[in-house]
């Protein structure tokens, strides 16, 4: 192979996760290149997401000196969650405080943050990766055309569906669900963001926010039967009132929904996972943009520390590791019917929404 297709490190996606590990990277030490399937300027494929930047982001940013521009945020900005219970018939609101953004603007500006030593290739989806001697070979389709190269390092910040993970790591199976998410058109604007709960048809949740000119309503659900669940969700929601306008745009995903910490798998053998692809994202919220950006953070200080080595990136994950265990628990509680139905009785922490 022309040693031109040789490099230190190979990284598979470019979400937020793979974009802060590059940004923080010591560049000019590791001949680095990262693949993405998705367009740089924004056209084709979008990681679905509900685009809220939440608090532990939003620290994140600050704590990495970034400011986030005005034109990656989103009208109408959220001050509130509208948890609403079908089963039980209560609702309650809740304040809270997050950032509402288009995740895709949100994407390139973070890719906008790394720096020009790192070759970034875009629209090109990797096929295969194979490890052979001391080199992964990786082999990814750009504009139908084949290209291989290979790397002494492999970083997988490839998401829920983690090719890296499947090749190497699958022996250490995580719980996913399938995301469902539509986009309909709407001049309604709201301070809330909704949650919505209902046991008999999802052990996870469903939501209905605005952004822009447009409603988006979705829910996560076990792997089978999600289409079924989604549209029965839907005709309740109808049922209960809700108009839903012109439909402009379906997605479907899966979502890691970890029910243990040791379903987090952080690599091996010269290979290292971070976000999604290691597990790291909330199973009650499925909030994983902080997680991504923390993980490629402490990723990122491997290398710069010159301590290449999965014990060392191992012992850095303990604190986020421990901030999961106590999300895997709170999800337990949460989403026990009987106690939420308690919790949002008792009244703590609401606040009173005048209709
Ligand atoms: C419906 C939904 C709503 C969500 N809403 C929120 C929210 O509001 N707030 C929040 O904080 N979190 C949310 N999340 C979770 C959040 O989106 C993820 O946890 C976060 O994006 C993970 O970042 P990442 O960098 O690890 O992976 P990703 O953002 O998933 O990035 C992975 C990248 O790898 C690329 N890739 C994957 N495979 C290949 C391949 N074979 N070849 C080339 N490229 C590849 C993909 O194109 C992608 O760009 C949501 C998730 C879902 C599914």
Redesign the pocket.
Known sequence: MNSENVYDIIV????????IFLKELNANRYKTIC????ALNGEG?N????????PD?QKKLAELNLSLPLDVLVDPQIFSVKARDIETNIERFYQRFYLNMD?SLF?KWLISKISNEIKLIDK????TINKINDYYEVC?ILDEKEYNIKGRILVG???????VRKKFFGNIPIRQYV?I?EWYQSEKKSSNYMTIFDKEITNSYGWLNYKGEQEIF?A?FPMSDSKDRFEKLKAKMIDEGHEFGELNDR?I???SCPSSVNELCYGGNGAFL????AG??SPSS???????MDS?HLLAKVFNDDKVNIKYYSKLLKPLRKKLFIKILKNKILYTPIIRKWIMLSNISTIKVIK
């Open positions: 598979i996606g470019m979400g937020p996760a793979s974009s693949i993405d399937k998705k494929f990681k679905p997401c509900g685009g809220l930047l939440a982001a995740r994407d090109a989806v990797v096929t990814y910040g490839d998401g829920s569906k983690s090719l995301c998410q979705g996560a997605e995903c899966q979502v971070i976000g999604e692809a790291f994202v499925l909030e994983g943009i902080s997680y991504a490629g």
